[in-house]
């Protein structure tokens, strides 16, 4: 239990176009994602916290604009990259927050993750 | 708060050994924290869990202890085997705040030797 998956695995595009990202909870709902980041040999970077029903809370020096957040149902959780540059190349991983059968609280999933690169 | 670093510590163990490590927070409003274990080129794993309260909590051949007192954790892993070897992170969550968001340790590399 508590699988969320990512799509696509990896994706390279030309600077300037857009990219949709999706993280889907395959075996549990999901009121609560969470989109990271992560560059080489790094820890992963909370990009935002995504709400079904709602908008997305963004960390401090995440535009908002560019990282597109659409959370429209208790399963699925869509980042769009608009207008791509290279520095948006990236490991990009989304999380779910769930609880498996036998556990008594909610802890958080991970996908496993999405390589961008921007040319 | 986040950490993040270039240069991974690394612990390197004998396979069959127990492998401990460790990990430092910083705020001492957190009331739950996770171990990932994140293999290269995927998503990070969920290994085990704690909250605080409690010390001390056992999974399949990993243990988990917190010491609240002077803010440290630890992740054991019983009997290492190669297929261990993995970047692990601990992260904190501080639920009270009504900010779920985790925040991640730098991580620790284990490499275990055959």
């Not at chain 1, 989109?35 to 909370?46: A, C, G, I, V």
């Not at chain 2, 996770?34 to 051949?61: H, L, T, V």
């Not at chain 2, 202890?65 to 290492?80: C, D, E, G, R, Y």
Request: contains cysteine.
């Amino acid at each position: 239990g508590a699988v969320v998956s990512q799509h696509p695995s990896w994706v390279i595009c030309k600077s300037g176009t857009s990219v949709k990202i999706e993280c889907r909870s395959l075996d549990f709902q999901a009121t609560t994602m969470f989109w990271y980041r992560q560059f080489p040999k790094q820890s992963l970077m909370l990009m935002a916290t995504s709400n079904e029903g709602s908008k997305a809370t963004y960390e401090q020096g995440v535009e908002k604009d560019k990282f597109l957040i659409n959370h429209a149902s208790l399963t699925l959780s869509t980042l769009t990259v608009t207008s791509a540059h290279p520095e948006d190349s990236s490991f990009y991983i989304c999380s779910a927050e769930g609880r498996t059968s036998g556990e008594s609280w909610d802890t958080q999933y991970f996908g496993p993750g999405t390589r961008l690169t921007v040319l | 708060g986040e950490s993040v670093g270039l240069h991974l510590p690394t612990l390197s163990v004998q396979e069959g050994d127990n492998s401990i490590i460790n990990c430092a927070y910083s705020n001492s409003a957190s009331d739950y924290f996770i171990w990932y274990k994140q293999e290269s080129g995927k998503g990070p794993q969920f290994i085990i869990d704690i909250r605080s309260n409690m010390d001390k909590r056992q999974g399949q051949r990993v243990t988990v202890l917190l010491n609240k007192t002077v803010k440290h954790l630890s992740l054991q892993i019983a009997a290492t085997q190669p297929g261990d070897s993995a970047v692990y992170f601990c992260a904190e969550n501080r639920y009270a705040t009504g900010r779920r968001a985790l925040t991640f340790g730098s991580g620790t590399r284990l490499q275990v030797q055959p």
